[in-house]
C-alpha cells in the first residue's frame, strides 16, 4: 500500500518536555508529487519535516521516507534525498562553484556541477566567494546544494524567504521543472500564493496535526464555498453570497434585459481565506 | 559509492583552502607559539642545570605545545562554530560519512601541524640554541612522539567540541584548558620544580608526556637524571599518550554532535 507513496507517516508524536510538538500527525505524499505544508509558526511543521528528513527522533508512530525509517537513514537514503534546510551555514571561504563540486562528490550520481549552478541562476557568481552573496543568491545556492546530488526526494523548508519576485518566479520554474523530471517535493511555506502556484496538494498544519489535506482548488471546500457576486446598482455596490452563483447572474442579466450587469464579479474565497478559517484565525 | 579514504582526502583538501583563505587563523595559529617563543627566549636566559638553559627547555615545550594549539585549541574552537552555523547539519544531510569530516579534520591538522613544528624548529634552532636531533633514534622518537601527541591533541579536540554550548563559549572554554595545561606541564616552568599535587595533575594529561618526550630529543642525554623518574621513560610516554588517542576516539563517537543542543 505504501509503495507508491514517497511519504507516508501515522500516527507521528513528538513532544519537547511538555509540549507537544507533534500531536499524532498523519501524511501521505505520493511519488512524483509537489506537496506543500502551510501552517501558522509554531505549527510543527520544522519538527515534522526534520523527522522525515531523519534530523529529529520521534516519540511516536509510524513513518516511511522512501520505504525507509528516516530515523535509520544511512549514506545510501540520504544519496536519494535532497534536504533544503531554513538558513544553513555557509562555507564563507570557497566559492560558488568549490562548494557545489565539492557537495557533488558526496553523491553516487551527482548532476554536472556547472548545470546546476546554472539551473539557479548563478552563473554568474561561480567564482564568487560565498560570503560575498546577498541572502536570495545565498538561497539559491542552498538549493543548488540540495539537488546537485539528483534527488528522488527534495525537502524544500521556506525556500523563498527574502525572494524578490523575480527570483521567486525563477525558482518556481525551477521546482516546476524538477517536479517535471520525476522529483517529489516537500515544501514548507508562508507565502499561500507560492502553494498555490506549485503544490500539485496542499496540507494544512495546526497544533501538530494535518488539519486538511486537498488540492489547493479544494482545500476546505473551497470550490463548493458560497461563491460572492457584486454589481454596482444605481450608484451603490450590492454583494450577495449565494451557493448557485450562475443562477444569479442570469437572474441579473434578465434584470439589465440582457445588456451588461455593471461592475459584475463573481468570487470564491481565496487560499488564504481558506488557510485562516482553517487554524482558527477566523 | 565513493570510497572513504577518497572522501577523507577531499575534505582535508577543501579544509585546507578554507584555512589558507582565512588570514587570521593563518597568522594567529602559526605566529603565536612563535611570539610567546620570543618573549619567554629573552625574558628566561639563566641555565636549569650547568649546560642546559632555561630557554631550551622552554622552547622545546613550545614545540609540544603548538602541537596542543593546532589540534585541541583549534578544532575545539572551531567545531562548536561550524555546528553553530550549520555547516555540520548540512553536511549531516549528505551521504558524507561522519568519518570522512573527522578524517579531513585529521588531515588539516597534521599539515598545519608540520608547518607549524618546522617553523618553530627553525626559530628554536636559529635564535635559541636547541640542536637538530643529532642521530637517527632521535628523529624517530621526535616523530612517534609528535605523531602520536597530535593525534591525541585532535582526537581530544573533537571530543571537547561536543562540551560548548554555543560557537561564542567555545573560546572561553577552552582557551583557559589550553592555558593551563602549559603551566602546569612543563611549558613556562621547569615541571619539576611544580608543586607535587600538580605534577600529579598534569601527568594525567597529554602534553606534560609530549614535552617530556620531546626533552629526550633536544636536551642533552645528561638531563634526563632531572626528570621525575631520573630517566626520559619514553616507554610510559608512548603508553600515555596510546591511551589518550583510544580514549578520544571512543569519546569522539559517543559525544559527537552535528546539531546544536537546541536544534534537537
Redesign the interface.
Known sequence: MTEDLAIFARGLRKSYGATAAVAGLDLAVRRGEVFALLGPNGAGKTTTV?IL?????RDGGEVSVLGTDPARAD??W??R?G?V?Q?????E??TVG?VVR??A????RPDDPAAVVERVGLAGKVRSRTHALSGGQRRRLDVA?GIV?RPELLFLDEPTTGFDPQARREFWELVRALAAGGTTILLTTHYLYEAEALADRVGVITGGRLVAVDTPERLGDRASAPATVTWRDGGETRSEQTATPTALVAELATRYDGGEVPELTVTRPTLEDIYLNLIGER | MTSLPVLGARQGGIEIKQFLRSREAVVFTMLFPVLLMAIFGAVFTQEITPGVTFRQYFVTGMIASGLLVVGFQNLAIQIPIERDRGVLKRLRGTPMPKAAYFLGKVIVVLVIGVAETVLLLAVANLFYGVDLPATGEKWLTFGWVSALGITACTLGGIAFSSLARSGRGAPAMVTPVALVLQFISGVFFVYTQLPSWMQQVAAFFPLKWMCQGMRSVFLPDGFAAQEPAGSWELGRVALVLAAWCVGGLVLCLLTFRWTTRRDG
Open positions: 526534520e528528513e531523519g534530523y529529529r527522533r549514506a545510501a540520504r544519496a534525498v534536504i534546510l538558513g544553513t551555514g555557509e562555507f571561504d570557497l568549490e565539492h557537495f562528490g558526496f553523491y553516487p546544494l546530488g
